[in-house]
């Protein structure tokens, strides 16, 4: 069992940067690879980023490429997404969620979910 919580979320000004962690508890978190999603409203949840257990890989969504980086600290048991140029599109509540079966996209596939953080970003 994982326990997951977000935090960092918060009102930024186009162009300027947030960085969301991610708290998980659970033993076996060193075995999940991580993911982040997002939630704008009246839209589905989309894939951001995803980073494997060891933290030598990671995947983005082309659109996240360059602004958005996903890392992972072992002995703190937290992911991060540190988003850097952001844009009011960016706006929504962001995931973070924890899967076993590797660098995987689909949010069918991750096992547990935080309950999201808010990112709203101002024009």
């Known amino acids: 069992q994982v326990q997951l919580v977000e935090s960092g979320g918060g009102l930024v000004q186009a162009g300027g940067s947030l960085r969301l962690s991610c708290a998980a508890s659970g033993r076996t978190f060193s075995l999940y690879a991580m993911g982040w999603f997002r939630q704008a409203p009246g839209k589905e949840r989309e894939f951001v980023a995803a980073i494997n257990w060891s933290g030598g890989g990671t995947y983005y969504v082309d659109s996240a490429k360059g602004r958005l980086t996903i890392s992972r600290d072992a002995a703190k048991n937290t992911v991060y997404l540190q988003m850097n140029s952001l844009k009011p599109e960016d706006t929504a509540v962001y995931y973070c969620?924890?899967?076993?079966?590797?660098?995987?996209?689909?949010?069918?596939?991750?096992?547990?979910w935080g309950q999201g953080t808010q990112v709203t970003v101002s024009s």
């Open positions: 969620a924890a899967t076993r079966r590797g660098l995987v996209y689909s949010r069918t596939l991750y096992d547990y």
